[in-house]
């Protein structure tokens, strides 16, 4: 199947940083989409993007769409306590929704 | 109260037993899906519905089956439950023809915690 590598896999800051991820497939997506998914609960969308080139900001979040449409990276600025948890990226080709391994954010007190 | 709802949340069961997941909704989408996650792999897709009766295999349906006799319904059935299917398991939704710009924008359940003795 088509695989996503997202990176990091995990983040160590300090609340107030500014947060980078990403993903990159070896295929081409029609959409990303990036989620964040908090212990015991299911993950819950963050932000849509839906053209290559796309910048979409959420809040203190931005996420781009690539222009090769092969990757995409999610910003968080000025990170907070409730920040912390796993960021999943996810794009859609051939009718499904693929998802990256994760991101697990942790904040340092 | 929640758009989609999984039971049971949390359920421990032995070898070779028959377990069934349900999902419900209630926003109106035609497409459902069922995810399994493991720690370090993400969540990979089982099977998959874009209407009642429809059903197609995704990544992992070896071992799975899949019912879906009503719009707001899709179950997720494991047959003879082995150790290996132990995992988090997630439905979600999605309205490919809706308000989401037509694409697969998904909304997920609150996931089911299955262990297998």
């Known amino acids: 199947g088509q695989q996503l590598n997202q990176s990091p896999q995990s983040m160590f800051i300090q609340e107030g940083e500014d947060v980078s991820m990403n993903c990159t497939s070896s295929?081409?997506?029609?959409?990303w989409l990036w989620y964040k998914q908090d212990p015991g609960e299911g993950p819950v969308l963050l932000i849509a993007l839906y053209k290559a080139g796309e910048l979409t900001s959420n809040g203190r979040l931005t996420a781009q769409f690539g222009i090769t449409r092969k990757d995409s990276f999610l910003n968080i600025s000025a990170s907070i306590p409730s920040d912390v948890g796993i960021y999943f990226c996810s794009g859609f080709g051939n009718e499904k929704l693929t998802f990256g391994t994760g991101t697990r954010l942790t904040i340092i007190p | 109260d929640a758009d989609v709802t999984q039971t049971p949340r949390n359920r421990i069961t032995k070898t070779g037993k028959r377990i069934m997941l349900e999902c419900s909704q209630t926003k109106g989408h035609d497409r459902m899906y069922w995810y399994r996650q493991d720690p370090g792999l993400g969540l990979r897709l089982i099977y998959y519905s874009f209407d009642v009766k429809d059903i197609n295999k995704g990544e992992i349906s070896d071992g799975y089956s899949v019912s879906r006799q009503a719009q707001a319904k899709f179950s997720l059935s494991l047959e003879s439950a082995i150790p290996n299917q132990t995992a988090l398991y997630f439905c979600?939704?999605?309205?490919?023809?809706?308000?989401?710009?037509?694409?697969?924008?998904?909304?997920f359940g609150p996931g089911t915690r299955l262990t297998v003795l």
């Open positions: 295929s081409i997506f029609n959409t």
């Open positions: 979600a939704t999605s309205d490919l023809y809706g308000r989401d710009k037509g694409t697969d924008t998904q909304y």
